[in-house]
Antibody, heavy 126, light 110 residues
Framework: EVQLVESGGGLVKPGGSLRLSCAAS????????INWVRQAPGKGLEWVSS????????YYADSVKGRFTISIDNAKNSLYLQMNSLRAEDTAVYYC???????????????????WGQGTMVTVSS | QSALTQPASVSGSPGQSITISCTGT?????????VSWYQQHPGKAPKLMVY???NRPSGVSNRFSGSKSGNTASLTISGLQAEDEADYYC??????????FGGGTKLTVL
């Protein structure tokens, strides 16, 4: 079964750190771009970061740039999100999501996420 | 990066059609045909319904269709069913190689 499983969420104090993991199974992990998307309680979706498999490029939302860092371990089929200097506004469910890069006629999709994990909750509070 | 603009809520009766709009800028929606739409039921992860403006992933009902004109994309759901009641989000690839989501639209099936 193709799936992504997040872990590592929890309660952390403002200014603290947390490392989230995203474990993939059922597909060739190294062939896909993987993204982190978060959703604050009762709010909408917010894209956080992406890892591009073809070029190993990494991108971050302005709201987390300089505080969050993506890393990858292809041997473990896992992607990580190191979150430092956490703030109350970082409280959210964090999802990892796969970009399938649907290709047709020589062009491929970008920014569409077909497989999502179940999410892991991060709460930043004193 | 500002969120794409969606109506907060829409509603329709079973069997009717509804359309949800998603407005961005020339740096995202207007500049690329990389608009996606997601359905999210309470407590669940989002589900991809449309990608590249108007393409449906395998298994998604053809009652869901997407389109775009200028900086505004739209999702139309025809033949509304009770199970369509959910939150819907649009997203777009951007000129900064990032992704931006809309604020979300709550669909109520009356």
């Amino acid at each position: 079964e193709v799936q992504l499983v997040e872990s590592g969420g929890g309660l952390v104090k403002p200014g603290g750190s947390l490392r989230l993991s995203c474990a993939a199974s059922g597909f060739t992990f190294s062939s896909y771009d993987i993204n982190w998307v978060r959703q604050a309680p009762g709010k909408g979706l917010e894209w956080v970061s992406s890892f591009t498999s073809s070029s190993s490029s990494i991108y971050y939302a302005d709201s987390v740039k300089g505080r969050f860092t993506i890393s990858i371990d292809n041997a473990k089929n896992s992607l990580y999100l190191q979150m430092n200097s956490l703030r109350a506004e970082d409280t959210a469910v964090y999802y990892c999501a796969r970009d399938p890069s649907y290709c047709s006629g020589g062009s491929c999709s970008l920014g569409a996420f077909d497989i999502w994990g179940q999410g892991t909750m991060v709460t930043v509070s004193s | 990066q500002s969120a794409l603009t969606q109506p907060a809520s829409v509603s329709g009766s079973p069997g009717q059609s509804i359309t949800i709009s998603c407005t961005g800028t020339s740096s995202d929606v207007g500049g690329y045909n990389y608009v996606s739409w997601y359905q999210q039921h309470p407590g669940k992860a989002p589900k991809l319904m449309v990608y590249d403006v108007s393409n449906r992933p395998s298994g998604v009902s053809n009652r869901f269709s997407g389109s775009k004109s200028g900086n505004t994309a739209s999702l139309t759901i025809s033949g509304l069913q009770a199970e369509d009641e959910a939150d819907y989000y649009c997203s777009s690839y951007t000129s900064s190689s990032t992704v931006v989501f809309g604020g979300g639209t709550k669909l109520t099936v009356l």
